[in-house]
């Protein structure tokens, strides 16, 4: 009797960036490594992005056939991922980051849990080990600590970290929901959102460690983004 097979599985990763252009590349060389089929949806600002960063771009699109590169519609970062949720073609989808704060030696990992557990989500989660957090400000840690915390008492799944935005969905899990906060909170909204749908997490224990290449982004306004998602979910 033949074993049986798994459902095809291939992989649309969404990597929104500015001008990490050589954080990029690094990146896609160590996820290129993946073996499934898979496209990188590269989201860029129509206003930030540079014209040696686009030079770079088709540089890339030329060695892999396929990178995609689209230019975000909404603003911020939330927009970017709108975008790339609009274009993505395959089953699944990843979301990164461009300047390597997600770790992409773990997405290997993480799509080999994935495949186990097909209608699951798959999040990374810089709380379930010690340590896990490189170069991140004392105040930054403490506020992103707070925040688990509020936010975990409202939802009861087990999840230690809400907020980070490396992740893999099943495709369907994201099909019919709009972001609706395009600053950082979208990451928040983007896990609550399925959850209140009936979609069960994994977590898989992941470092974060400061960019080397773009400006900080991190800010009051980005804790107040996650509130509001907070609030809005819960009403």
């Given at each position: ?128 080990n010690k340590n ?101 979910n819960l009403i």
């Amino acid at each position: 009797m033949a074993k049986n097979k798994l459902p095809h599985y291939s992989l649309s990763i969404i990597i929104p960036m500015i001008n990490e252009i050589n954080s990029l590349k690094k990146t896609i060389e160590i996820i290129d490594r993946i073996k499934c089929k898979k496209e990188y949806n590269i989201i860029i600002s129509k206003k930030l992005t540079s014209k040696n960063t686009l030079f770079e771009l088709n540089k890339l699109k030329k060695k892999y056939s396929n990178l995609f590169v689209y230019i975000q519609k909404k603003k911020f970062v939330g927009g970017a991922v709108a975008k790339g949720i609009e274009k993505s073609k395959y089953t699944y989808i990843a979301i990164m980051a461009a300047d390597m704060e997600t770790n992409p030696y773990d997405l290997k990992k993480m799509v080999q849990i994935s495949k186990r557990n097909l209608n699951k989500i798959i999040t990374g989660d810089r709380w379930l080990n010690k340590n896990s957090f490189k170069k991140y400000s004392f105040i930054k840690l403490i506020l992103n600590f707070l925040a688990q915390k509020i936010i975990s008492q409202f939802y009861k799944v087990n999840i230690k970290d809400f907020t980070f935005a490396y992740r893999i969905y099943p495709k369907k899990a994201l099909s019919k929901i709009v972001i609706d906060e395009l600053r950082h909170g979208f990451a928040l909204e983007l896990i609550l959102k399925p959850i209140k749908l009936g979609y069960k997490v994994i977590n898989f224990p992941t470092k974060w460690r400061a960019r080397t290449e773009g400006n900080p982004t991190s800010s009051l306004l980005t804790y107040y983004s996650f509130l509001k998602v907070l609030i809005k979910n819960l009403i």
